[in-house]
């Protein structure tokens, strides 16, 4: 995920400031979400995160900004920044991360991260199911 997370606060500059982009390099474009819509439209089996390109990658990111606000991210970082855990495996890293971002948005996002083939442990799922409510009133993922 690191690849990519390095871009959250591009995209979010992007935005805020609606700076054009070179087309070679501006992300968020038409082409990138109509191939994020293709990837969530395949069956779950077929689905994983981590072999997806990082543009793909950025709409999922981009989306949980979408929807839980220019917030989400800052507290995110500033939780991360305080933390004593060490994360010694891409398992605890993803772990951290989706725990986290359940928390943040006080919701249980267990449906939005499998939709996406992060496939989460079940110690994640388990900690994701302590929020209050689950994730599913607005379709991110390339729903009406």
């Known amino acids: 995920m690191l690849e990519v997370t390095v871009n959250i606060y591009t995209l ?19 082409q990138e979400w109509n191939q994020a819509k293709a990837y969530l439209a395949q069956a779950a089996s077929n689905k994983d995160y ?8 950025l709409v999922m990111l981009k989306q949980l900004r979408v929807v839980f606000g220019n917030h989400f991210y800052a507290q995110l970082h500033r939780n991360a920044r305080k933390t004593n855990e060490t994360f010694l495996t891409d398992a605890d890293k993803k772990h951290y991360f ?3 971002a359940a928390e943040i948005a006080q919701k249980d ?10 496939k989460p442990e079940q110690r994640t799922v388990a900690e994701m199911h302590k929020q209050p409510e ?3 009133a607005t379709p991110v993922y390339g729903g009406q």
């Not at 979010?12 to 038409?30: C, F, G, I, K």
């Not at 981590?50 to 990658?57: I, L, P, S, V």
């Not at 449906?111 to 992060?118: A, H, N, Q, R, S």
């Open 12 to 30: 979010a500059a992007n935005h805020l400031h609606r700076l054009v982009s070179d087309p070679q390099t501006e992300h968020a474009t038409v």
């Open 50 to 57: 981590d072999e997806q390109d990082n543009f793909t990658k």
């Open 98 to 100: 989706m725990t986290q």
């Open 109 to 118: 996002l267990t449906p939005y991260f499998v939709t996406w083939g992060l």
């Open 134 to 136: 689950v994730y599913a």
